[in-house]
Structures are given as C-alpha cells and as structure tokens.
Nanobody, 127 residues
Framework: QVQLVESGGGSVQAGGSLTLSCAASGYTNSYRCMGWFRQNPRKEREGVAAVRRDGAGTYYADSVKGRFTVSQDNTKKILTLQMNNLKPEDTAMYFC????????????????????WGQGTQVTVSS
C-alpha cells in the first residue's frame, strides 16, 4: 500500500504562483510513475504532469507547458508541482497519483496507469 497526501493548495490571483507537494508513505518501492491530475468544477479530470521515478522522463499537458514544473525527491519521497503564471482555468482540485509501471508519453495521462491516489488539494485562481 502507498499513501499519498497532497498539500499546498490555496487561492491566488491570476498571474500568481503556488507549489503543491505530495508526500508518499508506505510501500513506496512499488511505484514507478507519479503524476498530478486535476478535476475542474465541471467534474472533468485531466492529467497535468507526471515524472518517471528513474528520472528518464517528465510529461506535461499542453495547457500547462512552460508554466508548471514537476519534480521529485526520491529520498524524501515527495512529488512537487511548481505552478507559475496561474490562470482562472487552472482552478481545480489537484490530485497526486502513483502507479506501478514506468509512465510513457502515451500513458502518463491515463487514469488507469495509476493505482494509488491522494485526497486532493484545492487550487482557486481568481481573475
């Protein structure tokens, strides 16, 4: 079992920044890919970013490229999402997820790639 706990959400104005963190605990040797998803007020969920545990790849949704940066600290078992130049359309509940296989360009944003999920942290961006 892997437990994931997100933190760092909040309310900011457009153009602002937030840093989300996801702390993993439990049998953390079991995951090979970690990612961030978000669910907007219309309940649509999308992949935001992901990183392979071996460091061989990072992946981003087109909507966040150049603004968001995903990183991991394998020693501390923390996944981070640095979000800059936030826009109102970034408003969503953000979830951290971990999966047992190395993510690829065509799987990182597929929910079935992940079998562990956090409870989420809310991000609200006002215009």
């Amino acid at each position: 079992q892997v437990q994931l706990v997100e933190s760092g959400g909040g309310s900011v104005q457009a153009g602002g920044s937030l840093t989300l963190s996801c702390a993993a605990s439990g049998y953390t040797n079991s995951y090979r890919c970690m990612g961030w998803f978000r669910q907007n007020p219309r309940k649509e969920r999308e992949g935001v970013a992901a990183v392979r545990r071996d460091g061989a790849g990072t992946y981003y949704a087109d909507s966040v490229k150049g603004r968001f940066t995903v990183s991991q600290d394998n020693t501390k078992k923390i996944l981070t999402l640095q979000m800059n130049n936030l826009k109102p359309e970034d408003t969503a509940m953000y979830f951290c997820a971990a999966g047992p296989s190395f993510c690829l360009f065509n799987t990182w944003d597929v929910e079935e790639t992940y079998n562990y999920w956090g409870q989420g942290t809310q991000v609200t961006v006002s215009s």
